[in-house]
């Protein structure tokens, strides 16, 4: 008869809980963490390849940490599911990513042991650095601070400033580096090819199992001792790897590559790495999905694959016998692909993103003319500029909520010079799940104070075609491309190119009493929201802006002459957005009109489905309705047509 060995995390709720256990009990405790997520991700969905790989490592940290005192933040956030199971948060972390439930990364607001809200990559060594220094200032010296990195995060400008200023100071900051070779792809770049060279050499892995440990004891020995340590390390290293340990050229301590599934091991050597000062970096080898033989297999797919059956790995998707328009980030793919075909200057540029944009289709087909830069934002932009100087015409591709980190670039590097850079920017408006860190809210606002920028959103997946064959034209300029994620309308989309009119509004319907002004996918909003009100008799026009930047103001004249009631929709903030330009363009001309602007309001909105987003920041098809009856003058008359 076999042992049966009673389950441990039901009786974890708290890192308290869980030193409670011994050392060996770790493993155990890992093989259930890991379950756990696969249990519950794959009936609720969220990030899933990722916060397997870091069972072990998550298990480790809080056994030896004493958090929330010590400080341990976590990089992206999408590898902290397990984190937030073992901090008080495992009876509600089927909530997550549902609206009002738990977000789907770490956030100050939610737990105290959420040391830093995250979302964006590479932010976790200069805010941990950051805790680090502050500790000192104030005399608290036992505080440990973790920062928890992955590879891919580690190509971002702003983790090498971390790193290059935590170098310099005397603090007691430990980065760990997770490293699995994947970012939501596969990583690319040069730093990948020298942690590479660091993994697979045998020597050295072999030699520093030998030589860390007696190294970490002569350390020990007093402030002499740890100098000369340091020395006979650097030296080693150096020597074994036939080069400069990166890492100890900016004066941190190097330890690694350990494996990191091997859980006691990664206790064993946290442990020590608490007694040595200064900073310091463990290199930390671990598997993207570790656990469960799809996600290892198939990383990518299983970044955030959505539900599915933990035993078959079937991926779950709604099926329909009627064919279904393609999401935007398709529409553009194959609609760069088109272009580059028809012009050789086309080249396509996404900073680690290539199958969340769709950039991937061009890599394929087009291997020479698609660039992955890695989580470089701000590279990404001038990169762009810098092959546009050449004649070259650069599509660069970046979520809306990500381009924030690259906006000195486009007004310094891009929109000075005037150089034609089309910037599609992806996931445009309410993000959905993933929450306030990665909604697109702001793009319309921050761009269209720039100079010689154009700022377009198209309606439909016709409309985006034609917007990325408009932008291509020669000397168009800065041109800002904005469209949300998900599905647009149209299954029949792949039609004919056409020339846009740069500042060219277009009317949907004319109307009586109350126009409505919307830009972008929200205008489909705007049209089944005219159908209702139509059958109860009333009928507001209809506009498409397409452009807030130049305005079609031949446009808002005759709306502002016919209309004394507006409305505008966007899927964007209402400071600075489309609306606010429709005032600014009335206070500029002295019309007197009632304008009702519906869009995101000034506030941090959380997480939840678009829909439901949508419905509560009021710029629904309902919200749309229920704004035009308070207005409007309802009448008997026939539908109006365009």
């Known amino acids: 008869m076999e042992n049966f060995t009673p389950p441990l995390l039901p009786n974890i709720n708290y890192?308290?809980?869980?030193?409670?256990?011994?050392?060996?009990?770790?493993?155990?405790?890992?093989?259930?963490?890991?379950?756990?997520?696969?249990?519950?991700?794959?009936?609720?969905?969220?990030h899933f390849a990722s916060s397997l790989g870091v069972v072990e490592l998550t298990v480790a940290l809080?056994?030896?940490?004493?958090?929330?005192?010590?400080?341990?933040?976590?990089?992206?956030?999408?590898?902290?599911?397990?984190?937030?199971?073992?901090?008080?948060?495992?009876?509600?972390?089927?909530?997550?990513?549902?609206?009002?439930?738990?977000?789907?990364?770490?956030?100050?607001?939610?737990?105290?042991?959420?040391?830093f809200g995250v979302g964006h990559s590479s932010t976790s060594i200069s805010a941990a650095l950051g805790m680090a220094v502050a500790s000192h200032y104030k005399g608290e010296n036992d505080r440990q601070h973790v920062a928890v990195i992955g590879d891919g995060s580690m190509t971002a400008g702003l983790a090498f400033?971390?790193?290059?200023?935590?170098?310099?100071?005397?603090?007691?900051?430990?980065?760990?580096?997770?490293?699995?070779?994947?970012?939501?792809?596969?990583?690319?770049g040069a730093l990948k090819e020298y942690l590479t060279s660091i993994t697979i050499s045998k020597s050295y892995n072999r030699f520093r199992d030998d030589i860390s440990s007696v190294l970490i004891k002569l350390s020990e020995l007093g402030p002499n001792a740890h100098t000369f340590v340091k020395k006979i390390e650097k030296s080693i290293k150096g020597t074994l790897l036939k080069q400069s340990n990166l890492f100890e050229a900016l004066n941190f301590r190097y330890f690694g590559p350990v494996d990191g599934h091997d859980v006691k091991k990664l206790a064993a050597i946290l442990k020590d790495l608490k007694d040595i000062p200064g900073p310091k970096l463990l290199h930390c080898i671990t598997v993207k999905g570790k656990g469960f033989a799809l996600a290892e297999k198939d990383q990518t797919k299983w970044h955030s694959p959505g539900l599915f059956d933990k035993m078959t790995g079937e991926i779950k998707k709604s099926v329909t016998d009627k064919p279904q328009p393609p999401k935007y980030q398709d529409v553009f793919g194959h609609t760069l692909v088109e272009l580059a075909g028809a012009n050789k200057n086309i080249v396509g540029i996404t900073p680690a993103m290539p199958s969340g944009s769709s950039m991937n289709i061009m890599m394929k087909a087009m291997p020479d003319r698609a660039f992955d830069v890695g989580i470089a934002e701000q590279h990404a932009v001038t990169f762009s500029a810098g092959l546009a100087t050449q004649g070259l015409v650069p599509f660069c591709n970046i979520y809306s909520s990500f381009m924030q980190r690259a906006y000195d670039q486009v007004i310094h590097d891009v929109a000075i010079q005037n150089l034609n850079v089309v910037f599609c920017l992806d996931r445009a408006g309410v993000a959905g799940a993933d929450g306030a860190t990665h909604h697109g809210a702001y793009d319309l606002a921050y761009m269209r104070c720039i100079p010689n920028m154009t700022v377009a959103a198209p309606m439909n997946e016709e409309e985006l075609r034609n917007l990325m064959y408009t932008a291509q034209l020669k000397d168009a300029g800065p041109f800002s491309i904005r469209y949300p994620r998900g599905a647009g309308v149209m299954v029949d989309w792949k039609r004919p190119f056409k020339a846009i009119e740069i500042g060219k509004g277009r009317k949907i319907c004319d109307g009586e009493d109350v126009a409505i002004l919307t830009i972008g996918h929200v205008g489909n909003f705007a049209v089944e929201a005219c159908k209702e009100l139509n059958s109860e008799g009333i009928h507001p026009a209809h506009y498409d802006i397409r452009f807030v930047k130049p305005l079609d103001e031949t446009l808002l004249h005759d709306v502002f002459k016919r209309y004394k009631k507006i409305v505008t929709v966007e899927d964007g903030c209402l400071q600075g957005g489309m609306g606010s330009a429709v005032l600014e363009f009335m206070a500029d001309h002295n019309y007197q009109s009632q304008v009702i602007r519906l869009g995101m309001p000034d506030e941090v909105v959380e997480h939840g489905e678009q829909a439901e987003l949508w419905a509560i920041c009021g710029y629904d098809k309902n919200s749309i309705i229920d704004t035009v009856r308070k207005i409007a003058i309802s009448r008997t008359t026939e539908t109006i047509a365009s």
């Open 161 to 188: 400033e971390g790193l290059n200023h935590a170098g310099i100071e005397n603090s007691n900051l430990l980065v760990i580096l997770n490293d699995n070779c994947m970012s939501i792809d596969p990583n690319v």
């Open 15 to 46: 890192p308290a809980d869980l030193k409670q256990y011994k050392e060996d009990d770790l493993e155990q405790i890992s093989q259930e963490l890991r379950q756990y997520i696969i249990d519950v991700v794959s009936v609720n969905g969220g």
């Open 62 to 115: 809080h056994y030896v940490l004493n958090t929330p005192y010590d400080k341990l933040v976590w990089d992206v956030g999408h590898q902290a599911y397990g984190h937030k199971i073992l901090t008080g948060r495992k009876s509600v972390f089927h909530t997550n990513r549902v609206l009002n439930g738990i977000s789907g990364f770490p956030k100050i607001s939610e737990s105290e042991y959420d040391t």
